[in-house]
Nanobody, 131 residues
């Protein structure tokens, strides 16, 4: 089971940390992806962390503001979100897959993070950025 937590309401410019905790399996063996979905929009890949060499990927709109990390002792993956903007408002989901190539794989010359590549999902946590 994957369970997201840490969502909430924050003012623009503020910070939140959302977390993805696993029960019944060890997250170290899996690629972890964070996705978000705003009302009326498609699910968007935000960030991921590899299960092999630890490489990370961030979509352009969050680079320099978001940081993904593993907490092995707690079998959890965090997404630290700083300098939040109203356009970051969405339901945030974590997902797992064992294929290391799905974390920021190349489609032509573009690096992408695609929801269809991930097979196991949490239920999501709402993040709202508003004054």
């Amino acid at each position: 089971q994957l369970v997201e937590s840490g969502g909430g309401l924050v003012q623009p410019g503020g910070s939140l940390r959302v977390s993805c905790a696993a029960s019944g399996f060890t997250l170290d063996y899996y690629v972890i992806g964070w996705f978000r979905q705003a009302p009326g929009k498609e699910r968007e890949g935000v960030s991921c962390i590899s299960n092999t060499d630890g490489h990370t990927y961030y979509t352009d709109s969050v680079k320099g503001r978001f940081t993904i990390s593993r907490d092995k002792a707690k079998n959890t993956v965090h997404l630290q979100m700083n300098s939040l903007k109203p356009e970051d408002t969405a339901v945030y989901f974590c997902a797992t897959d064992q294929d290391p190539t799905v974390c920021g794989r190349y489609s032509g010359s573009l690096q992408i993070l695609t929801a269809a590549d991930f097979g196991y999902w949490g239920q999501g946590t709402q993040v709202t950025v508003s004054s």
